[in-house]
């Protein structure tokens, strides 16, 4: 594990191990954050990486250690298609984990893809607000992917939205894809008092390596541009995604 101001890298040697130990970070944050007001703000992310942990998270041993009925969950990004869809990112979290916890439905915020994707990221802009109420919005953990390009939630390379710091949710168009996406911010995740990547597989290694050796944040990786302000922000990798970091993590 290696330490750089609030950044913390963790290597685990095998899949079974980083599965387990991201899901019990979850568990200890989500748990700190309820021991410290009373309630968890967590935003799933979408992806093969998160989905493997969220099912790990949602078994019976795991899932009983975190009491669902303080958590307000949210999700970093959505794609554009109904939640029947096997590409939505809520469709993948409700099978793996929510519908194995008693976390109270309105208290699942899911980004609609069913929707004009300008009209659901600003109605989930509001919910975000409505959600906090009287609170500080600001997130206990935001959990997020990487892709191969660096893209992180929905930001993707190129994009105009890697300079939204007011919105806290914006929908974008992705050439790339050419697909609408809903995502959380830059804006959103920065504020966020931990943000956790995940990220499992010798495909992620060499873009592993560019995130965590750059020496500034660039808009070409947007990966690089999460630094969440007063916050922690950690890497759980397995040694395949960690291969091509030098010894100890660090950059
Ligand atoms: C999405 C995700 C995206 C994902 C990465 C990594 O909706 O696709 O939010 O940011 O986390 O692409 O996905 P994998 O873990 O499947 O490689």
């Given at each position: 594990?290696?330490?750089?101001?609030h950044?913390?890298?963790?290597?685990?040697?095998?899949?079974?191990?980083?599965?387990?130990?991201?899901?019990?970070?979850?568990?200890?944050?989500?748990?700190?954050?309820?021991?410290?007001?009373?309630?968890?703000?967590?935003?799933?992310?979408?992806?093969?990486?998160?989905?493997?942990?969220?099912?790990?998270?949602?078994?019976?041993?795991?899932?009983?250690?975190?009491?669902?009925?303080?958590?307000?969950?949210?999700?970093?990004?959505?794609?554009?298609?109904?939640?029947?869809?096997?590409?939505?990112?809520?469709?993948?979290?409700?099978?793996?984990?929510?519908?194995?916890?008693?976390?109270?439905?309105?208290?699942?915020?899911?980004?609609?893809?069913?929707?004009?994707?300008?009209?659901?990221?600003?109605?989930?802009?509001?919910?975000?607000?409505?959600?906090?109420?009287?609170?500080?919005?600001r997130f206990d953990l935001v959990?997020?992917?990487?892709?191969?390009?660096?893209?992180?939630?929905?930001?993707?390379?190129?994009?105009?939205?890697?300079?939204?710091?007011?919105?806290?949710?914006?929908?974008?168009?992705?050439?790339?894809?050419?697909?609408?996406?809903?995502?959380?911010?830059?804006?959103?995740?920065n504020n966020a008092r931990e943000v956790?990547?995940?990220?499992?597989?010798?495909?992620?290694?060499?873009?592993?390596?560019?995130?965590?050796?750059?020496?500034?944040?660039?808009?070409?990786?947007?990966?690089?541009?999460?630094?969440p302000v007063d916050g922690t922000l950690?890497?759980?990798?397995?040694?395949?995604?960690?291969?091509?970091?030098?010894?100890?993590?660090?950059?």
């Open positions: 594990m290696s330490m750089e101001s950044r913390v890298i963790e290597v685990f040697k095998t899949i079974e191990e980083f599965e387990q130990k991201a899901a019990e970070e979850i568990i200890r944050a989500t748990n700190q954050a309820i021991r410290d007001r009373g309630v968890c703000f967590l935003a799933l992310s979408g992806g093969e990486t998160p989905r493997r942990v969220y099912r790990r998270l949602g078994t019976e041993h795991l899932k009983n250690q975190v009491n669902w009925k303080c958590v307000y969950l949210f999700f970093s990004d959505e794609r554009s298609v109904p939640q029947t869809d096997p590409q939505s990112n809520f469709g993948m979290a409700r099978l793996s984990l929510i519908s194995q916890v008693d976390i109270p439905q309105e208290q699942v915020h899911r980004m609609k893809g069913e929707i004009n994707p300008t009209v659901a990221a600003e109605e989930y802009e509001r919910e975000i607000h409505e959600a906090f109420g009287e609170r500080q919005v959990l997020l992917g990487v892709g191969e390009d660096g893209h992180t939630a929905s930001i993707f390379p190129g994009t105009s939205i890697v300079k939204e710091k007011r919105a806290l949710a914006r929908a974008l168009f992705v050439p790339r894809l050419n697909s609408w996406r809903v995502t959380l911010t830059f804006g959103a995740i956790l990547f995940l990220a499992s597989g010798k495909q992620k290694a060499a873009i592993v390596r560019c995130i965590v050796s750059a020496s500034e944040p660039t808009e070409e990786l947007p990966a690089t541009m999460v630094q950690r890497w759980m990798i397995d040694e395949e995604a960690a291969s091509e970091l030098k010894s100890g993590g660090g950059s």
